[in-house]
Nanobody
Framework: QVQFVESGGGLVQAGGSLRLSCAASGSTFSINTMGWYRQAPGKERELVAT???????NYADSVKGRFSISRDNAKNTVYLQMNNLKPEDTAVYYC???????????WGSGTQVTVSS
């Protein structure tokens, strides 16, 4: 089992920046890909960005060029640098991980990001 603790959210004005962190614990040795997800009020959870163990990244079209995902394998931590934030980025942000045997683990509490216009 793997557990996640997300942090770094907050209230920011449009155009501002935030850096999210997510620390994974438990059976982290099996983790391959880590990812950030978000869920806005009344909407389904969506994938924001992923990063594989070798550093390969993928982003949702809505955040390309503004968000950057990175990871520290030694610390089992994944980061999300968010620049030029927009009101539509307002959501609870979660991280999760994928292993060869499991597509995801139980979700953590997430961290709230609120962007004011």
């Amino acid at each position: 089992q793997v557990q996640f603790v997300e942090s770094g959210g907050g209230l920011v004005q449009a155009g501002g920046s935030l850096r999210l962190s997510c620390a994974a614990s438990g059976s982290t040795f099996s983790i391959n890909t880590m990812g950030w997800y978000r869920q806005a009020p009344g909407k389904e959870r969506e994938l924001v960005a992923t990063i594989s163990r070798d550093g390969s990244t993928n982003y949702a079209d809505s955040v390309k060029g503004r968000f950057s995902i990175s990871r520290d394998n030694a610390k089992n931590t994944v980061y999300l640098q968010m620049n030029n934030l927009k009101p539509e980025d307002t959501a609870v942000y979660y991280c999760n991980a994928r292993t060869p045997l499991r597509p995801y683990f139980p979700w953590g509490s997430g961290t709230q990001v609120t962007v004011s216009s």
